[in-house]
């Protein structure tokens, strides 16, 4: 299984072109549409909360933002192998994105 020490702290990530995020917080879920290959995808808290942090922010800010969430909840360990987790399916899915410093795909 791939995990973030594939990735560089410098990689940058946000929504995947065309994607639309509709958050449905009373239901604690989101759900995201992927036109690239159409479909339409429900995503848990957890998804959600990952996918709100990938705005451009660096893999390095994203891990800060992620572990501020779930302060209390899990330990760095158990919270890094979640996001790893987490960001390796939005990627998968075509939810979030690599970009450069410019926003565009490298």
Do not use: K
Not at 25 to 36: K, V
Not at 48 to 74: K, M, P
Request: glycine share 8%.
């Amino acid at each position: 299984m791939s995990c973030l020490t594939d990735l560089d702290s410098a990689d940058r990530f946000a929504l995947a072109p065309g994607v639309v995020l509709r958050a449905v917080p009373e239901w604690g879920l989101a759900y995201a549409y992927t036109p690239s290959r159409p479909a339409f995808l429900e995503l848990n808290a957890t998804s959600w909360a990952i996918a709100a942090l990938c705005d451009g922010a660096t893999l390095e800010a994203i891990e800060q933002g992620f572990a501020d969430l779930v302060r209390g909840l899990a330990g760095p360990n158990r919270a890094r192998d979640v996001l790893a987790r987490g960001l390796f399916d939005l990627l998968a899915w075509g939810i979030v994105h690599r970009i450069d410093d410019q926003g565009a795909t490298p």
